[in-house]
């Protein structure tokens, strides 16, 4: 593969030669597309923009920084790397020289066959492990997914969710329905089906999809999916997988809809008009069927309880340290997440397992998750009422300041 460095200066930013995109640039420094494929035929547009938004720290041997590049060679990828700061004495012409752009250690990557069979895997273990978890009942909610699939009935049959009142015959769950409308639209083609059934394609296919496109960056991201947020998710049967998933993707940044504060926190990971556009689409469609959801869904929110914002919480403030690194995508998705409400229950932090760049991230990560929650299963008592205050301190300790720390580690670099 041959990178060429084309530039100009313009007034707002540098500029790649007329016929040539620019891929990245830090800087003075800029990457140009030299043309329109790889070698084995694959366009710049799909391996490398993901691998770039996959953050891949570079070796910080002889000065090399942040990856802009991947060149897929059989099972390995040799990454290209930009300096974490101009060279002096250097020209930009020799960027193809390997003076600024340089090949450096081999990253292990799952080839196509192997990433098939992990998310094939990792879907059927979801989904077996979610309808062996779940009781269908009449008079209590044993996963959240009921709400929404109860809801989307509901709609389906003409009735409207959202001024459905806990404990009665049409909605006999705890709680009013405190899911958007969108939430309700997605979960349409399941509606029909059996809880168990409805919620083993529903979990199954969103672990899949995630598991697909984590392993796209190497089979260390899929230690995501041994932290017990993920676990959680999957037993209550929660959309943080599909918004984690959705992240990765800016096509897919619709989803995002389904569940607002933990998709308003995904989306500054990597924010892009083709997501928002979605989104709003999405919106406008919801209003459309049902145009008295907002206000109903709003006055719905005033009975939630037990949903703080992390920043609210004891030493919170602690992550708005992150903002000394906001130029990092991983930085913003933290800040986003300490600032809006959630359940503090491991489920809904599972977005913050992107702040990993390497296999040894992702290990600490994991671990400090793994440990934190075996702590707060140690000290459970299964008949305590407050099964959910007794976690927040845990996904503090084990999700929101290992992801803190980490990004801490890093320098402030990366495309604001």
């Known amino acids: 593969m041959t990178l060429y460095p084309r530039f100009r200066h313009t007034k707002s930013s540098l500029l ?87 090949p450096v250690h081999k990253v292990p990557v799952m080839d196509r066959k192997r990433r098939i069979y992990a998310a094939a895997a990792i ?22 997914m009921e709400f929404w699939w109860r809801a989307s009935r509901l709609w389906l049959h003409g009735v409207d969710p959202f001024l459905a009142r806990p404990h009665t015959a049409i909605w006999p769950l705890p709680d009013r329905l405190y899911y958007p409308m969108p939430a309700l639209i997605f979960m349409v083609p399941f509606a029909e089906l059996s809880l ?59 989803l995002l809809s389904s569940k607002p504060t933990l998709g308003l926190a995904a989306f500054f990971y990597h924010p892009r008009w083709r997501a928002a556009i979605g989104i709003a689409v999405v919106l406008a469609v919801s209003v459309a069927v049902l145009p008295t959801w907002p206000v109903e869904w709003l006055s719905n929110l005033h009975s939630v309880r037990s949903h703080p914002a992390p920043i609210a919480t004891p030493f919170g403030w602690l992550l708005l340290l992150a903002l000394l690194r906001w130029r990092q995508p991983e930085a913003r998705l933290l800040v986003a997440m300490a600032c809006v409400p959630q359940l503090l229950f491991f489920a809904d932090q599972l977005v913050l397992g992107l702040v990993a760049r390497t296999k040894a991230e992702a290990e600490f990560y994991a671990g400090c998750g793994i440990a934190a929650s075996l702590v707060w299963l140690l000290r459970l008592s299964p008949h305590d009422p407050n099964l959910t205050g007794l976690a927040a301190p845990y996904v503090m300790l084990g999700c929101y300041l290992p992801a803190l720390a980490l990004v801490l580690h890093r320098p402030d670099e990366g495309v604001a």
């Open 16 to 102: 790649c030669h007329t016929n040539r995109s620019c891929l990245w640039r830090a800087g003075d420094s800029v990457l140009c597309q030299a043309g329109t494929k790889y070698d084995d035929g694959r366009s710049y547009a799909g391996p490398l923009h993901r691998w770039i938004r996959s953050g891949l720290a570079c070796s910080p041997d002889g000065g090399i920084g942040r990856c802009v590049g991947l060149k897929i060679d059989g099972t390995h990828g040799t990454g290209f790397c930009l300096p974490s700061a101009p060279q002096s004495g250097v020209h930009y012409g020799d960027l193809v020289s390997g003076v600024f752009l340089k």
């Open 123 to 144: 879907g059927l273990s979801a989904a077996i492990f979610f309808v062996a978890m779940t009781r269908e009942t009449l008079f209590d909610a044993t996963t959240d």
């Open 196 to 254: 168990r059934i409805a919620g083993a394609f529903f979990v199954g296919a969103s672990s899949a999809w995630l598991c697909w496109m984590l392993s796209e960056s190497g089979a260390w991201r899929l230690w995501l999916l041994a932290t017990p947020a993920f676990v959680m998710a999957v037993r209550l049967g929660q959309w943080s997988p599909l918004i984690t998933a959705a992240a990765l993707v800016p096509s897919a940044g619709f």
